[in-house]
């Protein structure tokens, strides 16, 4: 198995033995920055860490399934952090929004499509 292979494979079993909790659902604001409103669901992975010390962020698009649709790597210049955040049956429509929710102000991201 290839290296690419391996990582969406490994990332398949830790969300697949975690709990999506959606704390932050569509419409709701942003707690440190209330200007920013979340267009779709994002939460967290219980029982895991990520790169805030939190858990590993989730954005839940509209897909019917929640399979991993891709990753989006993010970088704040203000908080002087790097993330990674899971998509979950996110539709391509869903990662263009949140790509741009993610890319604005002191922020920068990429987005990472799973392979088919």
Not at 90 to 102: E, K, L, R, S
Request: with cysteine; proline share 5%.
């Amino acid at each position: 198995m290839g290296h690419h292979q391996q990582f969406w494979v490994y990332l398949e079993k830790l969300v697949s033995t975690s709990e999506v909790v959606l704390d932050r659902p569509r419409g709701s604001h942003h707690p440190r920055h209330p200007a920013f409103v979340y267009p779709l669901d994002y939460g967290y992975l219980k029982n895991t860490r990520g790169g805030d010390g939190d858990g590993t962020d989730v954005w839940v698009g509209n897909g019917v399934e929640r399979e991993i649709t891709g990753i989006v790597c993010s970088v704040d210049l203000v908080q002087r952090d790097t993330e990674i955040k899971i998509l979950l049956g996110c539709t391509p429509d869903d990662i263009d929004i949140i790509a741009g929710f993610h890319n604005r102000g002191d922020q920068a991201a990429i987005v990472i499509r799973r392979p088919h």
